[in-house]
């Protein structure tokens, strides 16, 4: 059974600093791109970051490029998201999410399968 | 950025009734379009992918149509289990991988 369990959550002050984890468990954590994806209270859902499975290719969202760092340790089945100069419009559910690639009719795409449940992370004075 | 809009913003629908909801892309996503079903307090589960392949253990009732910039998520006979917001994503384009703004199906 796939499981991502999140940490790491919790408040700080506008301008501080939070680093998130996620543990993968029950599939090859190193075959696979992981994500981080966010929700505010009561909103949508936003996608914040990407990386490939070997860390190779890495990308993110406008809204926090510049402040945030997505990293693996596949030796660890391990997935952080490090998230520097917090902002109030940062406060939001965090989720790690895996995904998955799958090839049909000659061509291959990759999508988002598996959720954690997710961590709060409250940034306010 | 691709912009994905869902409509409506609220369905109110019946047990056992069907419901309808749509998903609309600024520009063609082809057939790369996910459904997910996020219910309160519970992180997001995927039910539709490829516009219209259910995900694996994603009950018949659940049907996805559509291709280009327009897509529908039906689901044939609601049961009490299925209130919940809905979410389209593509992943056709990207980064960024762009959701709509869910869709949030209540009982009647």
């Known amino acids: 059974e796939v499981q991502l369990v999140e940490s790491g959550g919790g408040l700080v002050k506008p301008g501080g600093s939070l680093r998130l984890s996620c543990a993968a468990s029950g599939f090859t954590f190193s075959s696979y791109s992981m994500n981080w994806v966010r929700q505010a209270p009561g909103k949508g859902l936003e996608w914040v970051s990407s990386?490939?499975?070997?860390?190779?290719?890495?990308y993110y969202a406008d809204s926090v490029k510049g402040r945030f760092t997505i990293s693996r340790d596949n030796a660890k089945n391990s997935l952080y998201l490090q998230m520097n100069s917090l902002r109030a419009e940062d406060t939001a559910v965090y989720y790690c999410?895996?995904?998955?690639?799958?090839?049909?009719?000659?061509?291959?795409?990759?999508?988002?399968?598996?959720w954690g449940q997710g961590t709060l992370v409250t940034v306010s004075s | 950025e691709i912009v994905m809009t869902q409509s409506p913003a609220t369905l109110s629908v019946s047990p056992g009734e069907r419901a309808t909801l749509s998903c609309r892309a600024s520009q063609s996503v082809s057939s790369n379009l996910a459904w997910y079903q996020q219910k309160p307090g519970q992180a997001p589960r995927l039910l539709i992918y490829g516009a219209s392949t259910r995900a694996t253990g994603i009950p018949a009732r659940f049907s996805g149509s559509g291709s280009g910039t327009e897509f529908t998520l039906t689901i044939s006979s609601l049961q009490s289990e299925d209130f919940a917001v809905y979410y389209c994503q593509q992943y056709n384009n990207w980064p960024p991988k762009t959701f709509g703004q869910g869709t949030r199906l209540e009982i009647k």
């Open positions: 999410a895996r995904d998955w690639r799958y090839c049909s009719g000659g061509s291959c795409y990759t999508l988002t399968d598996y």
């Open positions: 990386i490939s499975s070997s860390s190779s290719y890495i």
